[in-house]
């Protein structure tokens, strides 16, 4: 593939932390007498050893990154993700050759067009226009190619009327849209882009969001950093997950990428009941298990994307038969809001599964791109029809839990959460 845009070898970066400590006043005196007997044991014996210089016990060395090191490949688009304080920015940062990493070194091939916080390279004095101008300059282009591509800066960043305002009296909307527009339409061979796009409005983002689409399907480098989890798997063919400045995975499976990330962060997500108590015990119907599995009934880990087959599996005992027998689920959202309910035998009689006794496996498959994005509580139903509860929901059922992250739709414009409470994906015609 030819020699990597990007080379990263052992970068770490290092910051002493001052932890300030509550002392008694000292007197101006006092430091005067102390300074006065130092002087004094320097002239007396001035061939003494100085002290070993230690680390001041007020300060403590941070490593924002430690032992870093990839290949960025030209036209790659690699998603930078990881909790807050993992290191991204301060990676991103020494990419961008805004800080020297304190160990290790980067090899860069090209021209690196950096966002890494609103305004970047911006002068709160000058105009829009004037602005323009600096920051392609500083990003390494010449007069004529800004004036080439300024009319589609200015339009990309809906900024027509404010052009010759100075940019201190922009709202952030105003300024991020035309930082992000020129560092786009410049034409680098890497652009570096960090979670600022979390400042525009819903259609901005999805103008970035495509614009940068645009530019890695050009050919050129993007570097991304982002808690949008969806937007990381619609751009890039590459992710990264950065764990307390180390890296913790690196592949070219996005998605994999993504959920390993998500599975780290909600590992208190349960979606696994057994009834280990054996509290539920009924001869109509007896719950053994309660889970969240595939097609084969082997259990998954949450989140699960919206277009993945899951399976709701119950598994029980049955000691008496009896036709009035109803087995499920209620699905409610994490504001306890009851979304449905589902039964076994919610279709015609015809076509309800065979009751019998001993073991058995109720399963059901959950409605693909259906549910938005966020987290679900299922709770077990079990009943005879009109008679009696065995299991009722809200009250003594046992629950597990759905998350959902990702796979809305193939549309460009489902990158972020959609609004209300579902998220059906409904094909739509026109004649």
């Known amino acids: 593939m030819g020699n990597p845009i990007i080379t990263a070898e052992n970068l770490g970066k290092k910051y002493l932390l001052t932890h300030q400590r509550r002392e008694p006043y000292t007197a101006l005196r006092d430091v005067i007498a102390e300074k006065a007997k130092d002087l004094g044991r320097h002239l007396t014996r001035p061939f003494t050893n100085a002290p070993s210089k230690v680390l001041d016990p ?21 998603g930078i993700i990881g909790r807050n304080g993992a290191g991204k920015t301060t990676l991103l940062k020494i990419l961008s050759r805004i800080t020297e990493p304190t160990e290790g070194r980067v090899r860069i091939r090209g021209r690196v067009a950096s966002l890494l916080e609103v305004g970047t390279g911006f002068h709160p004095e000058l105009t829009g226009r004037e602005n323009i101008f600096l920051n392609g300059a500083i990003l390494g282009m010449t007069k004529s190619e800004i004036s080439r591509k300024f009319d589609e800066i200015v339009s990309f960043a809906e900024v027509e009327r404010f052009l010759d305002t100075p940019v201190k009296r922009y709202s952030s909307g105003m300024y991020v849209r035309l930082a992000f527009s020129v560092a786009a339409h410049l034409e680098p ?38 808690h949008n989890m969806n937007a990381v798997e619609r751009l890039c063919n590459r992710a990264l997950i950065l764990t307390n400045g180390k890296l913790h995975l690196l592949d070219n499976n996005v998605r994999f990428v993504v959920m390993k990330y998500l599975s780290a962060v909600e590992d208190n997500v349960k979606s696994y009941w057994e009834n280990i108590n054996e509290n539920y015990n009924n001869p109509y119907f007896s719950p053994v298990r309660f889970y969240l599995g595939d097609s084969h009934g082997n259990m998954i880990t949450m989140p699960v994307a919206n277009d993945q087959d899951v399976f709701v599996h119950i598994d029980g005992t049955i000691e008496v038969e009896d036709i009035a027998l109803q087995v499920g689920y209620a699905l409610f959202r994490e504001d306890n809001q009851l979304l449905y309910w589902s039964l076994f035998n919610d279709t015609q009689e015809n076509d309800w599964p065979k009751i019998k006794k001993g073991n ?22 079990s009943a005879l029809y009109y008679r009696e509860w065995i299991i009722e929901p809200n009250k003594n059922a046992p629950q597990i839990i759905l998350q959902i992250q990702g796979g809305l739709s193939d549309s460009p414009y489902w990158m972020v959460q959609r609004p209300g409470l579902l998220a059906p ?5 026109t004649r």
Do not use: H
């Not at 090191?69 to 030209?74: A, L």
């Not at 109720?362 to 679900?376: A, T, V």
């Open 58 to 78: 007020n300060k403590e060395e941070f490593w924002a990154l430690k032992d870093v090191s990839f290949d960025v490949n030209e036209g790659d688009r690699i």
């Open 189 to 226: 061979e890497i652009l570096v882009v960090d979670e600022v796009l979390a400042v525009g409005d819903a259609q901005f983002q999805k103008k970035c969001l495509g614009k940068m689409e645009e530019v890695g399907k050009a050919g050129r480098t993007v570097l991304f950093v982002s």
């Open 360 to 381: 058995i496996r109720f399963y059901s498959i959950l409605p693909k791109r259906f549910l938005n994005e966020g987290i679900y509580r299922l709770e077990l139903i």
């Open 425 to 429: 994906v409904i094909k739509w015609n």
